[in-house]
């Protein structure tokens, strides 16, 4: 496995609509471990493809299921093609962070439960209903994947203050 370079703004890729995985095999596997790898150093809780320059629909997510409690485990998700099937009329306004645009966090209004459909890594059909924080995550990861970025959604976006706490980037 390798670290990968996170790219930021303004480069082209983050602004592309990603192409769907159609090639299950290893090159995406590895593509897969590094983004894993990289989330976790970068330290992250998600990754799109279009993140380490690469234009296809995949996205690497690690959260809590239940982010209610302090030492629940933590679920890997590796998603080739995410599509977001239903999304909570209910929203909530979040606080948002981004590894390719550090420095930056923003106010974002997303859905409170999302049903996400796609393909695990090694190309079976995949469903996941996410709630809370998760689908936060999922929405913000699947918006790269569409060359949207949180500050395109963001009722206000500031540079946190040095003594500010810093949020999980995703």
Known sequence: MALLEIVTLPDPVLR??????????PSLQTLADDMIETMRQAPGVGLAAPQ?????RLIVVEY???DEKEDAPK????????????ISAETEMGVEGCLSLPGLQGEVDRAL???VTGRTRRGQPIKIKAKGWLARIFQHEIDHLDGVVFTDRATKVWKPAPDEPVLDNV
């Not at 890997?76 to 239903?86: H, K, S």
Request: net charge neutral; proline share 9%; glycine share 6%.
């Open 16 to 25: 592309r609509k990603a192409r769907p995985v159609t090639d299950f095999g």
């Open 52 to 56: 380490v320059g690469e234009s296809i």
């Open 64 to 66: 809590p299921l239940d």
């Open 75 to 86: 679920k890997l998700f590796v998603i080739a093609n995410p599509e977001i099937r239903e």
């Open 113 to 115: 439960e999302v049903r």
